[in-house]
Nanobody, 116 residues
């Protein structure tokens, strides 16, 4: 099992930036990929970005070109750099450790609020 803890959320004005961090601990070799998801009030949870162990990344169309996911394997940390944020980016952002088995572990989330 892997534990993940998110940090770095907060309030920011539209057009600004935030850097979210996710620290993983536990059975690290069981992780196939790390992903950031978000859930806004009244909406379904959606994938924001994912990074595989080989460094391959994938982004939601709504954030491509604005957000960047990166990782430091030595520190077991994943970041989500959010630039040019918009009010519609407001959500609770969750970090997920995705196992080779297909299951995943999720953190408690960090709130991002973007004001216009």
């Amino acid at each position: 099992q892997v534990q993940v803890v998110e940090s770095g959320g907060g309030s920011v004005q539209a057009g600004g930036s935030l850097r979210l961090s996710c620290a993983a601990s536990g059975n690290i070799p069981s992780i196939a990929a790390m992903g950031w998801y978000r859930q806004a009030p009244g909406k379904q949870r959606e994938l924001v970005a994912i990074i595989a162990n080989d460094g391959t990344t994938n982004y939601a169309a709504s954030v491509k070109g604005r957000f960047t996911i990166s990782r430091d394997n030595a520190k077991n940390t994943v970041w989500l750099q959010t630039n040019s944020v918009r009010p519609e980016d407001t959500a609770v952002y969750y970090c997920n450790a995705i196992y080779y088995s297909g299951s995943s572990s999720r953190g408690k989330g960090t709130q991002v609020t973007v004001s216009s």
